[in-house]
């Protein structure tokens, strides 16, 4: 007795009826990962940028308007629609030195190694607290986003 044989399709080749459907579903959770974790960037890299911004708010608004940190601080929050940003820590203003490598610390009204007089500043700093679409148990999540940006006063 012969069994049966296979469906001999177009140029010879014998039919395979599924294998679409069964190579679909192994690649599936593969590309449900990929989705997951391109919306979890995306998200990430949106707070970053409204984290950054705010920073970048707080010290516009010292710069048009003087230190006052309670004002900064409200501004850095209002500055964003998202939830939780916070001025962390503190702005604070000191006196310095601009520099290739940033602002140096310097005393008030000091000479600074350009010849020009140290200057008031302000630092400026947001933070916001970044939770996960999904649990990640090997990851140190949530993570804190943080901004910072320096402006001279004077």
Do not use: W
């Not at 995306?42 to 010290?59: D, H, K, L, P, R």
């Not at 048009?64 to 209002?78: L, T």
Request: glycine share 12%.
């Amino acid at each position: 007795m012969m069994g049966k044989r296979p469906t001999i399709g177009v140029g010879g080749v014998a039919k395979s009826r599924g294998t679409a459907a069964i190579e679909f579903g192994l690649a599936i959770p593969f590309l449900l990962v990929l989705l997951v974790g391109t919306v979890e960037i995306g998200f990430a890299t949106y707070e970053g940028m409204q984290v950054y911004n705010s920073a970048e708010a707080g010290a516009l608004y010292a710069a048009k308007n003087g230190f006052d940190a309670a004002a900064i601080s409200s501004a850095v929050v209002s500055a964003t629609s998202l939830s939780g940003v916070t001025a962390s820590p503190a702005p604070v203003q000191f006196c310095g030195c601009p520099s290739a490598s940033g602002v140096v610390t310097a005393t008030c009204g000091a000479t600074c190694s350009s010849g020009g007089t140290a200057g008031a500043y302000v630092r400026v700093n947001a933070a916001y607290t970044h939770t996960t679409i999904l649990s990640y148990p090997t990851f140190g999540l949530p993570t804190t986003l943080t901004g910072q940006a320096i402006v001279r006063l004077n």
